[in-house]
């Protein structure tokens, strides 16, 4: 995930999420810097890895806002879970669902306005 830093720049963070009802939902430890700079300043872009081709994928550009977790925290659930993309040890999915129902951490919805496809046939991007 790229935001832009306190001077603009840009900044990546490695993270997961999950796409729900058309957004891209990610979470976060509130007290973060890339929680600050979000809320500083809303416009992010994720790049999604093409799950089965190597050098493949899109850019994810949107706005990010805070979301309440219910939605986030149902949708990684138990039997939701084996609709997530990434799998993720049971262990840290229990951690963040505590993290967030505890609101240490919180949940960003990211609406969608654009999405770039990267790399071409042959895995040259």
Known sequence: MLV???GGQPMG???TGIFRDGALEITSYRKAPKVKHLLADDR???VVQHPGVQGRGVAVYGRAVPAAADGFIAETAGAAASNVAIT????VRDTV???L???KRMVFRIAI???DELGGNDGQG
């Open 44 to 46: 992010v872009c994720c």
């Open 88 to 91: 993720v040890p049971d262990s």
């Open 101 to 103: 129902e505890t609101q």
């Open 97 to 99: 669902r505590d993290r």
């Open 4 to 6: 832009r830093g306190a």
């Open 13 to 15: 963070y490695p993270m």
């Open 113 to 115: 306005e654009r999405v």
